[in-house]
């Protein structure tokens, strides 16, 4: 998905500054499966203004700049739902934790336990916020959706390495056992 569709998307759901814009990528609605950079949403923004589909306003704020926020026009409106209709690009998972652990072999076995540790730690700490999130209701049916797979998706994770992680650590200390023979 591009950066003007998916800082259009943060916008049909209110007005919002380029750094809110960001925050929803960060840890907002979007974070469990989107990202994007300033670098590319301020380029989109100005796009996205040359073309009508959203318009801006400065918002003065006490001791700092004024703030820009941004709203969607009924012109971008449109465009996100004819960009919505497009195929989607296929799912890629980008996972520097899994790259690390296909090479667990070099790595020794408790480096290896302490990875997998503190990535069950954050997928448990992600499906808490995610599932105490009391917007349940008031949030539309595809966004609720997303989350209720957000949060199986996390779930199935975070249970995988609970039950396979001693298997692994089992598996590269035998090999090292074996390499040092």
């Not at 750094?19 to 840890?27: H, N, Q």
């Not at 001791?63 to 820009?68: A, G, I, L, V």
């Not at 336990?113 to 049916?141: F, K």
Request: charged content about 25%; some cysteine.
């Amino acid at each position: 998905m591009d950066a003007k569709t998916l800082c259009l998307g943060v916008l049909l759901r209110g007005e919002a500054s380029g750094y809110e814009i960001k925050k929803a990528f960060e840890e907002g609605p979007f974070s469990h499966f989107h990202q994007t950079s300033f670098g590319s949403i301020y380029p989109a923004l100005n796009a996205l203004s040359a073309e009508g589909l959203i318009t801006g306003r400065a918002q003065a704020q006490d001791k700092r700049p004024d703030k820009k926020l941004y709203s969607i026009t009924p012109k971008g409106r449109s465009a996100l739902i004819s960009a919505l209709k497009i195929e989607p690009a296929p799912d890629v998972m980008r996972s520097d934790f899994l790259f690390i652990l296909s090479f667990a072999q070099f790595l020794p076995p408790r480096r290896v336990g302490h990875l997998i540790d503190q990535r069950i730690a954050w997928y448990r700490e992600a499906l808490e916020r995610m599932e105490s999130c009391a917007c349940t209701n008031t949030v539309p049916a595809g966004a609720a959706f997303v989350r209720g797979m957000g949060i199986a998706v996390y779930r199935a994770a975070a249970d995988y390495l609970e039950a396979h992680r001693a298997e692994l650590i089992a598996e590269i200390s035998e090999s090292a056992t074996l390499v040092a023979e």
